[in-house]
């Protein structure tokens, strides 16, 4: 049972289309009734749904991100991109970076600190992703590998509640494994005393509606990013229902 305020975002990855919608309807019925008011629900769909459901979440306790933008400012010849501006255009609130999908697809520390800073700049609020890989955790790395990815994605970043960090261990995203309570607390401990401001850390890789009794008791960390469960509405729901019983 937990008092605290909390984060549940949903990242749809590629998936979901104009029926996967309807999904969104069933959260945010629930929302309007749920007994807590101390949590915030964000959607993280695929570029094509942002401006509708960014429309179907108005007034609601529901807001919406993209799931990456361009690192440059302006307009520009760039086939294929969107940047910060367009998606704060069609009512993205926030934009995850630094997911480790897109790091695997070439993202460097550096491109991912120039995306973080072009997407403040236009009033984004950024969910910035680090974690380790299995063969980094295996070799004991896995706090200098989160230091490295903190200090580089955030250098010269002035940081206030702009920014929310979720810790996604890679090995634990898609696989069905979560880190045992006490190694994710301590995870989750270690980042935040990199910060002199209290940030918000969120936990992500496999959550699910079962585990979600055992990440709730781990006391330090103020939300989930919750991949493939969050696109089945009783799944996500149950998750968040399930955190504050
Ligand atoms: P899964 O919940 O599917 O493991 O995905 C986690 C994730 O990458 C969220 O950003």
């Known amino acids: 049972m937990t008092n605290k305020y909390m984060y ?18 069933k959260v945010i019925s629930f929302s309007k009734k749920f007994k807590s008011s101390k949590f915030k629900i964000i959607y ?3 570029t094509t749904l942002i401006c509708p459901m960014a429309q179907m979440v108005k007034n609601t306790k529901i807001e919406v991100g993209a799931q990456n933008c361009h690192h440059q400012d302006n307009y520009g ?5 969107v940047n910060a501006k ?4 069609v009512g993205a609130k926030y934009v995850i970076l630094g997911h480790s999908e897109n790091r695997e697809n070439g993202e460097s520390d550096k491109l991912i600190n120039q995306k973080i800073k072009t997407a403040l700049k236009n009033k ?20 200098s590998v989160l230091s490295k990815q ?3 994605g955030l250098k010269g970043v002035k940081l206030n509640n702009n920014i929310i ?10 696989s069905g494994m979560i880190p045992k309570s006490n190694e994710l607390f301590n995870a989750i401990d270690f980042i935040k005393s990199r910060f002199k401001q209290n940030l918000k850390i969120l936990y992500g890789g496999s959550v699910n509606d079962k585990n979600i009794n055992e990440l709730k008791t781990i006391h330090n960390i103020d939300g989930f990013l919750v991949g493939g469960a969050s ?8 998750i968040i229902k399930k955190t504050y019983n």
């Not at 974690?131 to 706090?143: F, L, Q």
């Not at 960090?165 to 898609?174: F, L, N």
């Not at 696109?231 to 149950?238: E, R, T, V």
């Open 150 to 152: 903190i200090k580089l």
């Open 165 to 174: 960090i979720a810790y996604e261990p890679v090995w634990a995203i898609g």
């Open 77 to 81: 010849a760039e086939t294929g991109s």
């Open 8 to 25: 549940f975002v949903a990242n749809w990855k590629m998936f979901g289309d104009f029926k996967s919608l309807k999904l969104v309807n």
């Open 124 to 143: 984004l609020k950024v969910i910035f992703c680090i974690g380790e890989k299995i063969k980094d955790k295996r070799n004991k790395k896995t706090k």
């Open 231 to 238: 696109q089945n509405s009783k799944k996500f729901i149950d």
């Open 44 to 46: 993280l769909p695929p």
């Open 86 to 89: 367009m998606v704060r255009g």
